[in-house]
C-alpha cells in the first residue's frame, strides 16, 4: 500500500484552525493600531531659527543652547540670572521668559524676541528652559509660559503670563518699563 502524496499547503494556510487565526489577528491587528498612531502623534523636533539664536544672543547679552523639544524651540540663555552678589552689570532689570520644549504656547509666542531687540538698553531678556535651569524653582514658576521681571539684583517685580500677540506683549512690557522709571 503506498501512501498519498502528500499535498504542500501555500505560506498562508499552515493548517491553523479559525480559532488561531482569530488569536493571531487580535494580537495583531492592536499593535499595528498603535504603531500608526504612535507615527502618526510622533511630530518630531521643533526647528532652530539661526536668525532667532543670534536676537536671543544680542537680547541676554550671552551665550544661547537652542534647546529642541516636540512643540517649542527654547533659546536658553546660559548665563545666570543677576543676584545681590553678582547683579546685572549695567543695573538693568531682566525680563525672564520660563519656557519648556514641550509648551506649545511658547512656540506661540516666539514674537518676544524680536520685540525685545526694540528694549535693549531698558532691559535684558532671557529666556530659560525649566528643564534645563533651576532659576525657575528659585522664582516659584510652575506653569509655562510665565514672564518674571526681576530688578537688577534679581529680586522679582512682577509676573505674567501669554500674551496673544506681538502688540499685547510689547504694550505690557512698555508699561511694566515705564512704571519702575515712573515714565
Not at 532691559?123 to 535651569?133: G, L, M, N, P, Y
Not at 505674567?160 to 504694550?171: E, I, Q, V
Amino acid at each position: 500500500m503506498t501512501a498519498a502524496p502528500r499535498r504542500k499547503r501555500a505560506w498562508w494556510n499552515p493548517g491553523w484552525s479559525l480559532t488561531v487565526w482569530l488569536i493571531i489577528l487580535a494580537m495583531v491587528l492592536p499593535t499595528i493600531g498603535f504603531t500608526a498612531w504612535v507615527g502618526l502623534a510622533a511630530r518630531g523636533e521643533s526647528t532652530v531659527d539661526p536668525q532667532l539664536i543670534e536676537i536671543a544672543r544680542e537680547n541676554a547679552g550671552g551665550d544661547i543652547l537652542a534647546v529642541r523639544g516636540p512643540a517649542h524651540t527654547a533659546y536658553h540663555a546660559l548665563a545666570p540670572l543677576p543676584t545681590p552678589e553678582q547683579p546685572q552689570p549695567a543695573g538693568l532689570p531682566t525680563l525672564v521668559f520660563f519656557s519648556s520644549p514641550a509648551c506649545t504656547a511658547c512656540e506661540r509666542m516666539q514674537f518676544v524676541h524680536r520685540v525685545m531687540e526694540s528694549f535693549r538698553g531698558r532691559a535684558v531678556f532671557v529666556e530659560k528652559s525649566v528643564d534645563r535651569d533651576t532659576s525657575a524653582e528659585r522664582y516659584g514658576v510652575r506653569e509655562t509660559p510665565t514672564f518674571v521681571l526681576i530688578d537688577a539684583e534679581g529680586r522679582e517685580l512682577t509676573r505674567f503670563g501669554a500674551l496673544a500677540d506681538a502688540a499685547a506683549f510689547r504694550a505690557k512690557v512698555t508699561e511694566l518699563l515705564e512704571g519702575m522709571t515712573g515714565g
